[in-house]
C-alpha cells in the first residue's frame, strides 16, 4: 500500500493560515488523497478529498502537486475549534473491499 | 448520511474476561465495516475490515476477532483480554456518495476499554 508521510506536530495563532502538509511519494494513479481529522475523546471526522485537482469546501482547501507526490491541507483562518489531529490518508477509486490505513497524523495546535 | 452507534462507550474489564464491543450502522446498506484501535490517542491501527455479511479481513493477528452477523451490525470480540488490549476501539463505515466514487469512512463515538 502506499504510504503517506506527516510531520509529527505544528503549531498556528488563531485566525491565521495553517498549511498541513503531506507526502505521498509512492501514490499510484487510481489513488484518491483523504483527510480526517480527530478532536480529542472523539472519532475522526472526513475534511475533504481529492485526486489531481485543488478542491474548496466549506472546512477547507486542498492542494495537491502536480506530480501528485505531495499535497497540502490549507485552514484559510485558524480557530481554536480546528485544534485537532490530521490524518492524510490514500484511498484507491473503488466501491467495496478497501482496506484504509491511518499513520499517526499531525497534532495541530492553535494558540490564541 | 449514515450513523454509527457503538456502544458499550467505556467499559472496565479484568484480564482475562471476554470482550464484546458492538457496532451498529443506520442510513446505508451493505456498507464496507471498520474496526480501529487507538492507543495514547494517536495514530489508528486497522483491526478487522468486512465487506458483507460473514466476510471479515483481518490485519493484524491477536487475540480479538470480529464477526458480522448482520449487514450492519459489526461485533469486535475477545475470548480472554490481554493488559495490551487496553484502548480506545473505533467502529467505522464507509459512505460512497456517488456511483464510482471513492467515499468516506464515518466513525462511531468510540469504545474505550481499560484491561486491569
Known amino acids: 500500500d502506499a504510504k503517506t508521510t506527516q510531520p509529527n506536530s505544528m503549531e498556528s495563532n488563531e485566525e491565521e493560515p495553517v498549511h498541513l502538509p503531506c507526502n505521498h511519494s509512492?501514490?499510484?494513479?487510481?489513488?484518491?488523497i483523504h483527510w480526517y481529522r480527530q478532536l480529542p475523546s472523539q472519532g475522526p471526522e472526513y475534511v475533504i478529498h481529492?485526486?489531481?485537482s485543488n478542491v474548496n469546501n466549506r472546512m477547507a482547501s486542498l492542494a495537491i502537486a502536480e506530480d501528485r507526490k505531495s499535497s497540502t491541507l490549507i485552514l484559510h483562518r485558524a480557530t481554536l475549534r480546528d485544534a485537532a489531529v490530521y490524518y492524510c490518508?490514500?484511498?484507491?477509486?473503488?466501491?467495496?473491499?478497501?482496506?484504509?490505513?491511518f499513520g499517526e497524523g499531525t497534532q495541530l495546535t492553535v494558540n490564541p | 448520511s449514515q450513523t454509527i452507534h457503538q456502544w458499550p462507550a467505556t467499559l472496565v474489564q479484568p484480564v482475562g474476561s471476554p470482550l464484546s464491543l458492538e457496532c451498529t450502522v443506520e442510513?446505508?446498506?451493505?456498507?464496507?465495516l471498520y474496526w480501529y484501535r487507538q492507543a495514547a490517542g494517536r495514530g489508528l491501527q486497522l483491526l478487522f475490515y468486512?465487506?458483507?455479511?460473514?466476510?471479515i479481513s483481518s490485519e493484524v493477528p491477536q487475540n480479538l476477532s470480529a464477526s458480522r452477523p448482520q449487514d450492519r451490525q459489526f461485533i469486535l470480540s475477545s475470548k480472554k483480554l490481554l493488559l495490551s488490549d487496553s484502548g480506545f476501539y473505533l467502529c467505522?463505515?464507509?459512505?460512497?456518495?456517488?456511483?464510482?466514487?471513492?467515499?468516506?469512512?464515518?466513525f462511531g463515538e468510540g469504545s474505550r476499554l481499560t484491561v486491569l
Open positions: 509512492t501514490i499510484s494513479g487510481t489513488d484518491y
Open positions: 467505522a463505515s464507509l459512505f460512497v456518495r456517488l456511483a464510482g466514487g471513492t467515499g468516506e469512512l464515518f
Open positions: 490518508i490514500l484511498r484507491m477509486r473503488e466501491t467495496s473491499g478497501s482496506r484504509l490505513t
Open positions: 442510513g446505508t446498506s451493505n456498507p464496507n
Open positions: 468486512s465487506v458483507g455479511i460473514g466476510q
Open positions: 481529492g485526486l489531481t
